[in-house]
């Protein structure tokens, strides 16, 4: 048995899904859970080669349901457990996953966005924002990383299971197509070079000893008699979830201390708009852009403070408006104008970015 | 001057030649189909639905009314179409993933209900269109994207046996039969008993059909033969397995 996938650091050349797969491995994820569903197939590929080498395992299920229960059942056992999905295969882990937020159950998923509704593409788009942030029959108590590059794939692959543990919120990683299989170059690293230590995991089911006797039994549950009782419960799983967000909350930006004109967009659509923003500050005009890496729970504060001297906002994202609600929420009352650069289901480019901006001068 | 090749007049002329792979069985299915719909006569009142897999390849192939669904959710859609109109003639074309992995739950409880519709699912040992990954069906030993050192039993059990599972499950009535793309003439005697049975009223009826994916399996035509005529029967019995009247075997 190979004991680290990787020692110090390396440069690699590799698609995401195969950056992904290393990231689980370096983060000792111990098993995962999957289903194959483009554009995420490559995650399951390449962890089914790699896992044996290092002692980890891996179950393909039935379908996304079995998939999203498996890895709760993986995680309750107190193994770092995870698995990806996208597009409907997203949809059918919504029930597992509420499951997860209400039973402070750490799981990790990575979702590699596809077109959408329905089956629609199996290639890219930013349409399941809301599904991954808000999915469900509660109040979206979960955190979601919206990476943008194969390096952050990297990162906040290891990052997800260590605030998962750490804050027993569920993590999902949300990618997309494009970076899923785009192939780009990366640092890999062991976590520990870097002074990341692994949070330790604990089991909440199969401790050791006579329950009842030597223990208290382990009694989960997700189920509640009255109202008075079930408010109680979410209003304190709201309360422990706010406390975690100023913990948690990223966000980027560029140029935006002397800018009009602020671009708002995720994901990899950060990378249009930054490169948008270096064109249009090349020639004079005055452009400044701000990411949300963690799109939930979002960094409406700093958002708020640039709208208080931007003259625009333009929302750029590649869904009709499921980023733009975000928002528009978080800036609530915000007098700043706002407009949207909509393309579901469909990449954005910096060159018509800057061809947008300026129509609009 | 282009001969057009003899096809069976429920295909749809336009959209030919089909989209699947050089070699794929799924076209011989579906003529083994299309030409039992022409001998029923009954291209009028088909409603034909296609699964996501490379199934969904045949959403526009016949000159019928056509639905595609969601991965696995053929068999309820179906299902909903015949309980609102009685009087068509309803079809779920589905792959192995498909019918036994994500929709085995509709397989089962619509053998369980009897309902009278036509199930055809296509067993290629794997999942085709997402790349070759392990299917139910997967033989033991079987190298997929997902069991890359081959399907240990151990682990991931045996091939599902589908008929023999829908047989057990259906009541009197049903029709269930295992037919290959290597006898396309008794797999269409099969699909044409199935079609009657849903004619008749009778109940619930299932034909899966051996069939290739030289794509994934990265088989030449020779060894793809020799794997659907040698390899798939080992595991998976061809012939009738349960009709109306007859006790199943
Ligand atoms: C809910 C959901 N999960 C996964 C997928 C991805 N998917 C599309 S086709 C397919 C496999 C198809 O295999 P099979 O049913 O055997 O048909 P084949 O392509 O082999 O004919 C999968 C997993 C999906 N579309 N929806
Ligand atoms: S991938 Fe396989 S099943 Fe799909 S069309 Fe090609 S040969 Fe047929
Ligand atoms: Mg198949």
Redesign the interface.
């Known amino acids: 048995m190979l004991e680290k996938p990787i020692g110090g650091e390396k440069r690699v050349f590799m698609t995401g899904n195969e950056v992904v797969a290393w990231a689980a491995l370096a983060a000792e994820a111990d098993i995962m859970y999957g289903?194959?569903?483009?554009p995420q197939?490559e995650v399951?590929?390449y962890w089914?080669?790699l896992a044996?080498k290092y002692g980890r395992s891996?179950?393909?299920t039935?379908?996304?349901i079995s998939a999203g229960f498996t890895t709760c059942g993986g995680v309750l056992s107190g193994k770092r457990a995870f698995t990806a999905t996208a597009g409907?295969g997203n949809i059918l882990m919504q029930e597992s996953m509420t499951m997860a937020e209400m039973m402070r159950i750490p799981t990790v998923l990575v979702v590699q966005q596809r077109g959408g509704p329905?089956?629609a593409t199996v290639i890219y788009s930013q349409q399941e924002v809301t599904m991954t942030c808000f999915g469900g029959n509660g109040e979206g108590l979960r955190i979601v990383y919206s990476t943008c590059s194969h390096q952050e794939l990297y990162d906040y692959t290891i990052k997800a299971f260590n605030v998962a543990w750490k804050y027993r919120f569920p993590v999902f990683v949300l990618g997309d197509g494009y970076q899923a299989k785009m192939r780009e170059s990366l640092k890999m690293y062991d976590p520990a070079t870097k002074g990341i230590k692994m949070v330790e995991t604990q089991p909440s089911l199969g401790l050791a000893g006579v329950p009842g006797v030597d223990r208290e039994p382990s009694h989960l549950r997700n189920t509640y008699n009255t109202e008075e009782e079930l408010c109680e419960v979410v209003t304190n799983l709201v309360k422990e979830y706010n406390k975690v967000v100023p913990e948690v909350v990223e966000y980027e930006t560029f140029e935006t201390e002397v800018a009009e004109i602020v671009l708002l967009g995720h994901g990899i659509v950060t990378r249009a708009a930054q490169a948008a923003v270096k064109t249009l500050r090349e020639q004079g005009i005055k452009v400044g852009h701000f990411r949300p890496i963690t799109i939930h729970p979002f960094a409406a504060d700093e958002l708020r403070a640039i709208c208080k001297h931007a003259k625009k906002l333009i929302v750029i994202e590649s869904a009709q408006g499921q980023f733009e609600r975000i928002v528009k929420e978080a800036i609530y009352g915000e007098s700043v104008p706002m407009e949207s650069y909509f393309k579901p289901g469909q990449g954005v480019t910096g060159e018509e970015i800057v061809e947008y901006v300026k129509k609009g001068l | 001057m282009s001969v057009v090749p003899n096809m069976p007049k429920s295909w749809r002329e336009e959209t030919k030649p089909h989209k699947f792979c050089p070699g794929c069985g799924h076209g011989l299915v579906l003529k083994a189909l299309g030409e039992a719909i022409d001998e029923l006569a009954i291209q009028e009142k088909v409603v034909f639905g296609c699964d996501?897999g490379c199934s969904?390849l045949s959403w526009d192939f016949f000159n019928c009314d056509s639905v595609?669904t969601?991965?696995?959710r053929t068999t309820p859609v179906v299902t909903g179409v015949k309980r609102a109109r009685p009087d068509r003639i309803c079809i779920a074309y589905m792959g192995d993933?498909g019918g036994y992995?994500?929709g085995?739950q509709h397989l089962v409880n619509a053998a369980a209900r009897n309902e009278r519709i036509t199930a055809i699912l296509v067993n290629n040992c794997n999942?085709g269109m997402?790349?070759g990954?392990?299917a139910?069906t997967t033989l033991p030993g079987m190298k997929t994207?997902?069991?890359?050192?081959g399907r240990d039993t151990d682990?991931?059990g045996y091939p599902t046996q589908g008929p023999e599972m829908v047989a057990a499950i259906a009541r009197e009535g049903a029709y269930v039969a295992r037919g290959t793309v290597a006898n396309v003439r008794q797999l269409k005697r099969y699909i044409k008993s199935a079609l009657q049975n849903q004619i008749d009223g009778n109940g619930f009826s299932f034909v899966e059909a051996l069939s290739g994916c030289p794509t994934n399996w990265s088989t030449n035509a020779q060894k793809t033969w020799e794997f659907i005529e040698k390899e798939m029967p080992q595991y998976f019995k061809v012939g009738e397995i349960k009709t109306p009247g007859k006790k199943g075997e």
Do not use: K
């Open positions: 289903y194959p569903i483009t197939n399951m590929h089914t080669r044996p891996f179950l393909q039935e379908d996304e409907p329905s089956t | 996501i969904l595609q969601h991965h696995g993933g992995a994500i085995a999942y997402t790349g990954q392990m139910p994207q997902t069991s890359p050192y682990s991931m």
